[in-house]
């Protein structure tokens, strides 16, 4: 028998009135790599087995599907980290189903890649039935549903990667008992939307890849008790007024590239800290999702918003915040009024973001009520993305804007995050650990995430910018190679290591690239780099404070 479970997306409801039946969806592309102890299996003649399958998609705009797998075969199990092209098709924000597995010896006959031999999805929301089989002769009988839109399953693969397996599943498992949650969506002006998450780990709209048997960590319990309140207190000491105007001021867009793991704050592989049940890249960055190397975790194993790899420009900023609500609430009193332009790094593209409402709570971490002014952020505090730094922030905001390209609006009821902190790049504009941030620098961030506010909570929509940031990657690459074989001071262990690095990197820009150029060869999904991380130049006195 196959079972089903599906999770839906946020729904419009009264601020105190959860969902009860149904758990949230995943939208994005985060999964969480679990590493678990066990034998491995042994040889055994091919027999029938069971499998589960949770995929999402895309990590932060980059375009593919991923997700996780557990096979059960007699009395043994394991577990498989599973990528895909075409499987999904476009838009869809997550699959989870059931089936069969045939042909198999061992465990590790899936290993590899599944050709999908058969497929077809009954609507946009409905049901899949997926046939797959591999080299090995291993055949997956697959059923499950999907949710997202403009669903399409073209012929494709799914390749399984074995993570980590379990040699008596009944002994293994992992059963948390946990309270049971209600949490709130994305808010569009003053009208909340609810929904909640009854059964242990459910899956959130704003919370994907999670597994069922972990609890929720970090802010999202705190984040999720204050989202309810219909009358969040007010800022001791009353609203504080921020104002900004620069004109043709320095840029640096960012393109996506790797991002190293500072140890401080994600620990090591034998004792992994730093991760939240939360999309990649938003929170944490789960174990599974970093590369290690004798003991120590090296980079980020995707290409992130928050590389050292940049492209300079010229930009203006004109903006005027009130931070008047202390916390999350369901309604909010702070005000944000943004207007910033700037071009792509190919002088192609001239963009403006555009936003007017602040966003009155957060889910994994708080909002503030939409503005937030001197607070610690990112790093050790799980509030935004540990792949930044530790820093304080004056000045920042979550809201609900446009994005404009050459005068043409091109996503609008954008998720859009600003922030005005400390300075977190060195003088070759290398993103820094925690150790490393500079407290008299001061900088803004502007990030346009590939996720858009729905009246039934956010759904991925990728920023199109129309900009392909992959030229500018491999110059780049290319003049830090000849860096690095110019190098008179480094030792030739040091330039070994240094270019075996480079390597890897080169193959994880490829691999980039390839889902990228996938994703907009099948129509909808991309139209150029996905998100928007750009830096503005400016000074502290540049700020106007009042009351």
């Not at 040699?167 to 808010?187: E, I, K």
């Not at 995050?417 to 290398?430: A, L, N, Y």
């Not at 961030?445 to 940031?469: D, E, I, N, R, S």
């Not at 080169?506 to 991380?533: I, W």
Request: aromatic content about 8%; overall charge positive; proline content about 6%.
């Amino acid at each position: 028998m196959i079972q089903l479970t599906v999770f839906n997306k946020l729904s419009l409801q009264p601020p105190l009135v959860p969902w009860t039946a149904k758990l949230f969806c995943n939208i994005t592309l985060a999964l969480l790599a679990m590493i678990l102890w066990m034998l491995p299996p042994t040889a055994a003649q091919a027999a029938t087995g069971s499998i589960n399958v949770d995929l999402t998609y895309a990590a932060a705009g980059i375009g593919y599907q991923t997700g996780t797998a557990s096979v059960t075969l007699g009395n043994e199990s394991a577990r498989y980290r599973v990528k895909g092209f075409q499987f999904l098709g476009g838009g869809v924000s997550e699959f989870i189903g059931v089936g069969t597995v045939t042909g198999a010896r061992s465990l590790n006959d899936l290993n590899g890649d599944f050709s999908v031999t058969r497929g077809s999805i009954s609507a946009v929301v409905g049901g899949v039935s997926m046939s797959l089989r591999n080299e090995s002769g291993v055949i997956i009988e697959l059923s499950g549903k999907t949710t997202g839109i403009d669903v399409s399953a073209g012929p494709g693969k799914l390749t399984f990667t074995r993570t980590d397996s379990m040699r008596h599943v009944r002994n293994q498992r992992r059963d948390v008992a946990m309270p049971r949650h209600v949490s709130a969506g994305v808010f569009s002006g003053n009208t909340a939307m609810i929904s909640s998450s009854q059964k242990s780990g459910g899956h959130t709209g704003f919370m994907p890849g999670l597994d069922k048997y972990l609890p929720h960590i970090g802010l999202y319990a705190y984040t999720m008790s204050h989202a309810r309140a219909s009358n969040p207190p007010d800022l001791l000491g009353g609203p504080i007024r921020v104002g900004l105007v620069k004109k043709n001021t320095g840029t640096h867009w960012i393109l996506p590239g790797p991002r190293a793991v500072d140890p401080v704050v994600f620990g090591t592989p034998a004792h992994p800290a730093g991760w939240e049940q939360a999309p990649f890249p938003l929170i944490g960055m789960q174990p599974g999702w970093l590369r290690s190397e004798n003991g120590r975790y090296t980079i980020v194993d995707h290409a992130t918003p928050f590389s050292d790899w940049k492209a300079s420009g010229v930009g203006s900023v004109r903006m005027k915040l009130v931070d008047a609500t202390a916390i999350d609430g369901a309604r909010t009193k702070d005000k944000v009024d943004f207007d910033a332009t700037f071009k792509s790094p190919d002088d192609k593209f001239i963009y403006r973001v555009v936003v007017k409402k602040a966003l009155p709570h957060g889910k994994g971490y708080p909002f503030f009520g939409g503005v937030v002014t001197n607070h610690l952020m990112h790093g050790g505090t799980a509030i935004g993305t540990r792949l930044m730094p530790t820093e304080f922030v004056y000045a920042g905001f979550w809201g609900i804007g446009k994005i404009y390209r050459n005068g043409k609006l091109v996503n609008d009821g954008q998720i859009v995050h600003m922030m005005i902190g400390e300075q977190v790049r060195d003088g070759k504009h290398e993103l820094q650990f925690d150790g490393g941030v500079d407290p008299h620098g001061v900088t803004m961030h502007l990030m346009v995430p590939p996720y858009k506010a729905t009246p039934h909570g956010p759904v991925l929509a990728p920023v199109k910018t129309g900009y392909a940031p992959f030229p500018a990657i491999k110059k780049l690459m290319m003049a830090k190679m000849k860096m690095l074989e110019a190098s008179k001071t480094m030792t030739a262990a040091e330039k070994k290591a240094a270019k075996k690095r480079m390597m890897e990197v080169k193959a994880l820009m490829a691999h980039t690239r390839e889902k990228m150029v996938q994703a907009m060869m099948e129509g909808n999904k991309f139209f150029g780099q996905p998100f928007l991380h750009v830096m503005f130049g400016m000074r502290r006195s540049d700020l106007r404070i009042g009351h």
